[in-house]
Nanobody, 124 residues
Framework: QVQLVESGGGLVQAGGSRRLSCAASGRTLSNYAVGWFRQTPGKEREFVAAISRAGTTSLADSVKGRFTISRDTNNIVWLQTTSLTPEDTGAYYC???????????????????WGQGTQITVSS
């Protein structure tokens, strides 16, 4: 069992940045691919970014060049967001998937463990 806790959300002006963290307990995140998803009311939860066990990353087209995902040795995965726009507003969730070493899945169904989410609100 993996417990995930996100933090770092908040209210930010357009053009600003937030650094989100996904901290794990129970098991080490190095054994899992980790993804970030976001959701706004009335919409499906959408893929944002993922990082494989090998450290390779995958980003949604809408965030390429603005967001980066990374992991450190302290069982934390980071999502650095920059140049935020109101369209980036939403609840951001991290999730863990037991995949192949180089896998960085984009489908929600590939992820078994989910955090409770952290909200980013971008004002114009």
């Amino acid at each position: 069992q993996v417990q995930l806790v996100e933090s770092g959300g908040g209210l930010v002006q357009a053009g600003g940045s937030r650094r989100l963290s996904c901290a794990a307990s129970g098991r080490t995140l190095s054994n899992y691919a980790v993804g970030w998803f976001r959701q706004t009311p009335g919409k499906e939860r959408e893929f944002v970014a993922a990082i494989s066990r090998a450290g390779t990353t995958s980003l949604a087209d809408s965030v390429k060049g603005r967001f980066t995902i990374s992991r450190d040795t302290n069982n934390i995965v980071w999502l650095q967001t920059t140049s935020l726009t109101p369209e980036d507003t939403g609840a951001y969730y991290c999730a863990a998937a037991a995949t192949t070493y180089n896998g960085s899945p984009r489908r929600r169904s590939d992820y078994k463990y989910w955090g409770q989410g952290t909200q980013i609100t971008v004002s114009s």
